[in-house]
């Protein structure tokens, strides 16, 4: 399993580097980083999270059951935006940012293209939850957590219960 760095550390705001070497080194890695997602109870996961600065990420929605079937696990590489429509509220969390959770305002629909692991082309729609998702971790690819979408009170909220668990912790 892959250790998941959290905020603050400076690697999260760096804009990850895209991928050109698609190889078995690639492979291992995204495999491990599901390990890891699935390990830490998450929906998705970009590589900057694990401490690798490029431009990869998985996502895996759970099913009615809260399922997380490898089959339905998305990994996305060199993601680019093709469009995005509509708007939705989604409360989200984070595993660089633990135990914080507030409501986001996304895109409710996007099309993208992206590579897979082999680093062929791909080209998806998504909506609702699975929509939110990866604009979640494809921010991550940029340098932007979620927390950084939060209006000025809901993120003086987030750091007043920050600097409350870091005294918690000393």
Do not use: W
């Not at 929509?131 to 957590?145: F, M, R, S, T």
């Amino acid at each position: 399993m892959l250790p998941i760095i959290t905020y603050p550390h400076p690697l999260l705001k760096k804009r990850s580097e895209p991928v050109t070497l698609f190889d078995e080194e690639l492979r291992q890695f995204l495999d491990e980083m599901y390990i890891t997602m699935l390990a830490k109870n998450g929906v998705g996961l970009a590589a900057v999270q694990v401490g690798n600065p490029i431009r990869a990420l998985i996502v895996n929605i759970p099913d009615e059951e809260g399922n997380q079937e490898r089959e339905n696990l998305l990994e996305i590489i060199n993601p680019e935006f093709l469009s995005k429509e509509g708007e939705i509220q989604f409360n989200e969390g984070c595993l660089s940012v633990p135990e914080f959770y507030e409501d986001v305002t996304r895109f409710d629909r996007v099309r993208l293209t992206y590579q897979d692991r082999y680093g062929e082309r791909h080209e998806i729609e998504a909506e609702g939850y699975l929509a939110v998702a990866l604009q979640h971790e494809i921010d991550h690819l940029n340098g932007i957590l979620f927390i950084d979408k939060l209006s000025l009170i809901k993120r003086k909220k987030f750091e007043k219960e920050l600097k409350k668990r870091q005294r918690a912790s000393l």
